[in-house]
């Protein structure tokens, strides 16, 4: 990590960075994190995070046909007046750039610049998009090699610098794994979880159990961690090997159908197996300890499923062979994808069929569904805060539980549940279920993601409520961007009787205030909202 100083110099032979952090560093012209004065340098899972310079606020490259895979830009700064380019990078020379699931965000004066070179990105998030603002290059070609996108990466918390990504992020599962060499990513995680590699230095992880491994010997069964999954490969030729990615969830797979006839019944979790590297012919995937998984009477029933999408397309049975001596079943592949496993005679647990949820100004509403439940004591509902509207409260990267739900027991028609949180601070949050089944295992669902409290940038005094009302009501406004506000409440002589609020406020969320009127008498009132040189009213009623 370089953190704190003036900018790194980077040597002229060819560098080659990975996992390391440019943070809070200052350059006096070139390069606030560091001035690439030559080679060509690879760099893997890098951060350059609030770093300033002149020129190239992150990075400033003068030459060498550089390669970047999975580096993250945040918050640098260029600043030298005429020549303030370059807020995440700048390149200087002929040299040609090739970027791979690179993430330029919320860098000034503007993402990327490019002098006069011809620069590639393959699967990349810019601020302000490659034909927009973010991507500067008045003598130079951009080229657009696919998979780009201008969403926001929605990071825990960019304010702190905290560049994970969370839940919802358009970079997860959005890069291209060809350009993967790295087993992790920079937090060390496995650097692919899920179908493919994400966008940026992190991964983001929503799996259960998660594991990475090189494997470059044939007809050698190797497990993969606590996926519960193994491979045993043939077809790897000589010196090459296969970098294997396996991620189990405890999860129900989304949107499920079958090529053929369906199962009576499927897993509420599901294995994800991705690679990179070199080729195979084929493998034998494990299953292991198959005659613990929740709701298994019978594990020489079990069958293995794939689809070559996870998350869409059907599903089709493999041969599939159990050895109850060891416990495992077993099916031959030639590629990955999404795995589950099927059985005609094994509830396997509770079978949730949907999770969703809607919000309605600070409270969240959840609803679900199950289809089939063994042994089902019930549900927790777990909320995580991903980013809060006010930028000076952190994110939460731990999980907290909010409440708890009873299941059916055992039952094979279908039930719906419910759950309301109330009163939640405005942000962007996280909510998933923890199913609790007999013997006290845990399942979880799938997360999902809700904005809640977070209103629309306008200036717009609502009508307050109750109304009429006796003693105290509430008045709610928003606001286009933040600013001093005051609401004052008059009667209908136009005298003031109440100033509510006369103080700094934010915008995009809904602001709420209590008017009570206990001392007043009864009558016709109006709230006034005043933001600069605008002015709403609204008529209330005040009965005794």
Request: hydrophobic fraction near 35%; include cysteine; charged fraction near 15%.
């Amino acid at each position: 990590m370089f953190s704190g100083t003036s900018s790194f110099p980077a040597p002229s032979s060819n560098p080659t960075l990975t996992n390391v952090l440019f943070s809070h560093n200052v350059g006096s012209h070139f390069g606030g994190g560091m001035c690439e004065e030559s080679g060509a340098s690879v760099m893997t899972n890098v951060i350059f995070d609030h770093d300033s310079g002149g020129t190239g606020g992150g990075l400033y490259h003068f030459s060498g046909n550089t390669s970047l895979t999975n580096v993250t830009f945040s918050r640098n700064v260029a600043y030298s007046g005429g020549e303030s380019d370059g807020g995440g990078m700048y390149n200087d020379l002929t040299d040609a750039l090739t970027m791979r699931n690179v993430i330029f965000w919320g860098n000034t004066s503007n993402q990327f610049y490019s002098y006069r070179s011809n620069d590639f990105f393959y699967h990349c998030i810019v601020d302000g998009g490659l034909d927009g603002p973010g991507a500067i290059h008045p003598s130079s070609t951009v080229v657009d090699s696919g998979g780009n996108i201008s969403s926001d990466p929605l990071f825990l918390n960019a304010g702190s610098g905290d560049v994970r990504l969370s839940a919802g992020s358009p970079a997860i599962d959005a890069g291209t794994n060809a350009a993967v060499s790295m087993l992790t990513d920079f937090g060390g995680n496995p650097r692919i979880v899920g179908p493919t590699v994400d966008i940026g230095a992190y991964e983001f992880l929503a799996a259960f159990s998660s594991y990475s491994q090189s494997i470059s010997s044939n007809d050698s069964l190797v497990t993969l961690g606590s996926t519960k999954a193994g491979l045993l490969f043939s077809g790897i030729a000589p010196g090459k090997s296969v970098l294997v990615f396996s991620n189990q969830y405890q999860t129900a797979p989304d949107s499920v159908t079958f090529s053929g006839p369906p199962p009576s019944h499927y897993s509420p979790f599901r294995w994800v197996i991705a690679k990179s590297g070199d080729i195979f012919s084929n493998a034998v995937l494990t299953l292991d300890n198959v005659s613990s998984f929740p709701g298994v009477s019978d594990p020489s029933s079990l069958v293995i499923y794939k689809r070559g999408t996870p998350g869409s397309g059907s599903f089709s049975p493999l041969v599939t062979t159990y050895d109850a001596g060891s416990d495992k079943l077993s099916a031959t592949i030639s590629s990955f994808s999404e795995f589950i496993v099927g059985s005609d005679n094994n509830p396997l647990a509770v079978q949730l069929v949907g999770f969703n949820g809607t919000s309605d100004r600070l409270n969240a509403t959840l609803t679900w569904k199950t289809s089939t439940e063994v042994n089902n004591l019930g549900f927790t509902v777990e909320r995580r805060l991903l980013a809060a509207a006010d930028s000076s409260q952190p994110g939460q990267s731990a999980w907290t539980m909010d409440g708890f739900v009873h299941g059916a027991g055992t039952s094979t028609s279908p039930k719906s549940y419910s759950f309301v949180e109330r009163n939640l601070v405005p942000g962007r949050y996280s909510f998933r279920l923890a199913q609790i089944a007999g013997d006290s295992s845990l399942a979880y669902s799938q997360a999902i993601t809700l904005d809640v409290g977070l209103a629309p940038r306008k200036l717009e005094l609502a009508q307050n409520y109750p109304n009429p009302f006796n003693p105290s009501t509430t008045i709610e406004f928003t606001l286009p961007e933040d600013g001093r506000v005051k609401v004052r409440v008059f009667d209908i002589l136009g005298r003031e009787v109440a100033i509510l609020v006369d103080d700094e406020r934010k915008a995009g969320v809904y602001q709420q205030i209590q008017f009570n009127a206990s001392r007043i008498s009864s009558g016709v009132y109006f709230s006034t909202l005043e933001f600069k040189d605008k002015r709403m009213v609204k008529k209330m009623i005040l009965i005794k």
